[in-house]
């Protein structure tokens, strides 16, 4: 019988590929790109027909980047650097996946990367030290070391709603949008969600929807992006500054070019706070977010204030005064959520095709084959998009079926919530390694990302200088930094809050305890941990 296992020397042994890693978003491409350097045998599994991770699936209208263009990139090679134009300061997704494209081209990434491949399993074999893959097509490899690069946040959620699947029009979920464009023309359109996806598609929406109905459950507090396009003489004063702009990400607390203004708020006056706070909100990104005083989301009245004033700019905006209270959010100060940046979101309702259903009020009970019933009414749709979030961080490892040493499940083991060593290893879980994977700073995602690859790639060629097959995180190891982790959120606001970073998902089974899913340092602080553990040879690793 054909060997079914396959891999470049299935023959030859037990562990073809020296790694897989599993995606080829923004991590898994540059994690495939330091592996070659080292001369190991790397194979990538991506279950998209193309590359770029969130960027490939994200394609609802509106997605674009809230950090940033130019901070947001690769750093990690000077050519691609001085290549590469960015047109608008905050990317729009198409834009963002042609560079994710263009990064796979000009580092030939695409002859390791086997696409329409999602990963259904993986198991480590104790006697043989290495990992047993399948993929959902029946295909199974062989490797060494597995490498997750599924995505803090690539498995989406629909609501638990009755009937969803009894509705006859066109209806579709934000994260897997069809590649094929969605015309929104004349039609009657819901949309179910307002986090920061929810946001950047009613905007989009609006513009052309016959009439647009916007189901709320919970208001976030939204502030304005002030995107602009970038022209050729900005770009080449962009590129001058990349040292610089680099050097800010790295200093700042989480890898964005903004970072706690060092004032309390409740020491300047009155007139300069407001002042201040006009000045955050007039300018581009997530200043007022990541810039605003250093206390205010561990203080809670300076958290009311400055909640205060971002609800007297969303009276200014809408005209309706009911609709204004709607979405001024009640339960959550501030920037203790994710703050959608939003383009005019704010004016959308006071447009005559737009309404704003408060389910919070009038809960939705059933989606029917025409449209959604609530409590309060029955309305008709021809289409209806779900912008309703993923089973965050720890939802696309639940997908897999990950047995580690002795047979044991991670799901099982992360049934109370995730608990790892830096974010990166599982004790019982050897030759694992994550990238972004739970308790990893997430903030400017890809600066985490490549200082996440960096790290592993440094462990690869230890344990490889040395001989070693076999790493695993210790026991005490994983306890100290879950500790770690956990201690870290105490006294933040919003640990307090429910979101996908720090709360109860209702759209999934098991998933009701709160869930601390994020490392909430500074990430100078995490890189230091990490430098130090390396600096230290790894001893704080079980390493045979
Ligand atoms: P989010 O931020 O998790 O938002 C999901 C939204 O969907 C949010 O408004 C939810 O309301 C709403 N939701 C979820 N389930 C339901 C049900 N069952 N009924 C009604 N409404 C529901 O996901 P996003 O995709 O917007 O953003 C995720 C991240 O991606 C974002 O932070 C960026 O960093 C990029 P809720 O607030 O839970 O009441």
Same mark, same amino acid.
């Given at each position: ?40 045998? &790397? ?7 193309? &590359? ?12 674009? $980047? ?9 750093? $990690? /090679? ?38 329409? /491949? +999602? ?8 006697? #043989?030290?290495?990992?047993?893959? #399948? ?77 647009? #109905? ?21 770009? *080449? ?73 971002? *609800? ?21 100060? $501030? ?57 965050? &961080? ?14 044991? +499940? ?53 344990? =490889? ?31 307090? &809050? ?23 340092? /500074? ?15 790894? =001893? ?5």
């Amino acid at each position: 019988m054909a060997d079914p296992v396959a891999g470049p020397d299935a023959a030859a042994g037990p562990a073809g590929y020296d790694a897989i890693i599993i995606g080829a978003g923004i991590s898994g491409m540059y994690q495939l790109h330091r592996l070659r350097e080292l001369g190991m045998r &790397v194979l990538v599994l991506e279950a998209g027909t193309g &590359v770029g991770g969130t960027w490939y699936w994200n394609r609802y209208p509106g997605a674009r $980047f809230d950090s940033e263009s130019y901070s947001y990139g690769y750093f $990690f /090679s000077k050519e691609l650097l001085a290549e590469w134009d960015w047109t608008e300061h905050f990317s729009p997704q198409p834009e963002t996946l042609r560079y994710l494209n263009h990064v796979a081209d000009r580092f030939d990434l695409r002859r390791d990367i086997r696409f329409q /491949s +999602r990963v259904a399993a993986a198991h480590y074999q104790d006697a #043989t030290r290495d990992w047993d893959i #399948t993929v959902e097509d029946g295909s199974r490899f062989r490797a060494r070391f597995l490498i997750t690069a599924i995505g803090p946040l690539s498995a989406p959620t629909m609501p638990r709603i009755p009937g969803v699947e009894t509705f006859q029009g066109e209806a579709y979920h934000t994260a897997r949008w069809p590649h094929a464009p969605v015309s929104f023309a004349g039609k009657r359109v819901a949309v179910i969600g307002t986090g920061a996806t929810g946001v950047q598609t009613i905007q989009e929406v609006a513009k052309t929807a016959g009439h647009l #109905t916007v189901f709320q459950r919970t208001p976030n507090w939204c502030a304005p992006l002030h995107n602009s396009r970038i022209d050729a003489d900005e770009m *080449a004063r962009i590129r001058a500054r990349y040292p610089e702009i680099y050097q800010r990400c790295q200093e700042t607390f989480a890898c964005f070019m903004h970072t706690p203004d060092p004032r309390g708020t409740f020491e300047v006056s009155e007139d300069a706070r407001e002042a201040f706070w006009e000045k955050l909100y007039a300018e581009p990104g997530f200043g007022i977010w990541q810039g605003n005083f250093r206390d205010m989301l561990t203080d809670r009245k300076a958290n009311a204030l400055v909640s205060d004033f971002v *609800a007297r700019k969303i009276r200014q905006r809408v005209k309706d005064p009911a609709v204004a209270e709607k979405l001024i959010p009640k339960n959550h100060g $501030f920037g203790t959520r994710r703050v959608p940046l939003e383009t005019r979101y704010y004016e959308v309702y006071n447009q005559d095709n737009v309404t704003l259903v408060d389910i919070s009020e009038t809960p939705i009970e059933r989606i029917t084959p025409t449209g959604i019933r609530t409590s309060g009414a029955e309305y008709a749709f021809d289409l209806i998009v779900y912008a309703t979030g993923f089973d965050a &961080v720890t939802g696309s490892f639940d997908r897999i079926d990950i047995t580690g040493a002795g047979g044991k +499940r991670l799901k099982d083991r992360w049934k109370q919530g995730p608990e790892t060593y830096l974010g990166v290893m599982v004790d019982g879980f050897p030759n694992m390694m994550m990238l972004m994977g739970p308790h990893m700073a997430l903030g400017n995602i890809p600066r985490s990302i490549e200082h996440n690859v960096e790290w592993v790639t440094d462990l690869m060629r230890h344990l =490889r200088s040395r001989g070693v097959t076999r790493v695993e995180a210790t026991p005490a190891g994983v306890t100290a930094w879950t500790d770690h982790v956990k201690s870290l959120g105490v006294g933040l606001l919003s640990n307090e &809050v429910n979101s996908w970073m720090t709360g109860v998902n209702s759209n999934v089974d098991g998933k009701q305890v709160r869930i601390i899913n994020r490392y909430s340092g /500074s990430a100078p602080a995490y890189r230091a941990k990490c430098a130090e553990v390396a600096a230290g040879g790894y =001893r704080d690793l079980a390493l045979a």
